[in-house]
C-alpha cells in the first residue's frame, strides 16, 4: 500500500479508499486478464472453504454458537486487520462493505447475516476456537487447513498483482 499517495491508515479511510479506487478504475481492473484468472482462483478456492467448512459440521456448530451462546469469535478491532487492497478486492468479488457497526463490541464486518467480507485474511481464517478443536477430528482440521491455504495463497496472489497494477494507474 505504500506505493499510493495518501496511504490510508484507520478502518474507516480504508474503506474510503477501497470505495474510490473501486469506482475509480473497476473497468480497468476488470479488463485485466490475470487479474480476472486469479479473482476466478479465489472465488473458486473461498467456494471450496466454504462447502468444507458445511460438509465438515463447522458452520452448524458455529451457528449454534452464535444463536444459543451468543458467542461470536468477531471481535473489535479485528476489522483494523484489514488491509486496503483486501477490501478492495472484496468490492472485486461483490461484497457490501458497512461502514457503520452494527454492534459496538464486535468486527466492524460483523453484520446481522454474518461476515460481510468475502475474502477473509488470515486472522480469520486461521482462528480456530476451543470448542471447534475439541468437536471436530484432527483429520477434519488439516482438511480444512489445506483448503483455506489454497485461499490465502490465491488472496496474496491478488493482492500482489493488484498492488502492482495500481502502480501504473495512481
Ligand atoms: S469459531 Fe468458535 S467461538 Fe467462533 S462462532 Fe464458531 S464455535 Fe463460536
Ligand atoms: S470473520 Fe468477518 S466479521 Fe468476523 S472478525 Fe473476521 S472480518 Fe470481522
Known amino acids: 500500500m505504500s506505493v499510493h499517495h495518501g496511504t490510508p491508515i484507520t478502518i474507516g479511510e480504508k474503506i474510503k479508499w477501497s470505495k474510490h479506487i473501486y469506482s475509480e478504475f473497476k473497468t480497468r481492473l476488470l479488463s485485466d486478464r490475470r487479474l480476472i484468472t486469479i479473482l476466478n482462483d479465489l472465488r473458486e478456492a473461498i467456494a471450496e472453504s466454504r462447502r468444507y467448512l458445511e460438509l465438515s459440521g463447522i458452520s452448524r456448530i458455529c451457528a449454534v454458537c452464535d444463536k444459543e451462546e451468543g458467542g461470536s469469535c468477531c471481535g473489535k478491532g479485528i476489522e483494523k486487520r484489514y488491509s486496503p487492497t483486501v477490501l478492495l478486492i472484496n468490492l472485486l468479488l461483490g461484497a457490501h462493505l458497512p461502514e457503520k457497526s452494527n454492534n459496538k463490541n464486535s468486527c466492524l464486518f460483523l453484520t446481522p447475516r454474518g461476515c460481510s467480507l468475502i475474502a ?25 487447513r489445506e483448503k483455506e491455504g489454497t485461499e490465502l495463497e490465491k488472496l496474496f496472489l491478488l493482492n500482489e498483482y493488484i498492488n502492482t497494477l495500481l502502480m501504473d494507474f495512481i
Open 120 to 144: 477473509r485474511d488470515t486472522i480469520c481464517i486461521n482462528y480456530i476456537c476451543k470448542k471447534i478443536e475439541q468437536s471436530v477430528p484432527p483429520e477434519t482440521l488439516y482438511k480444512l
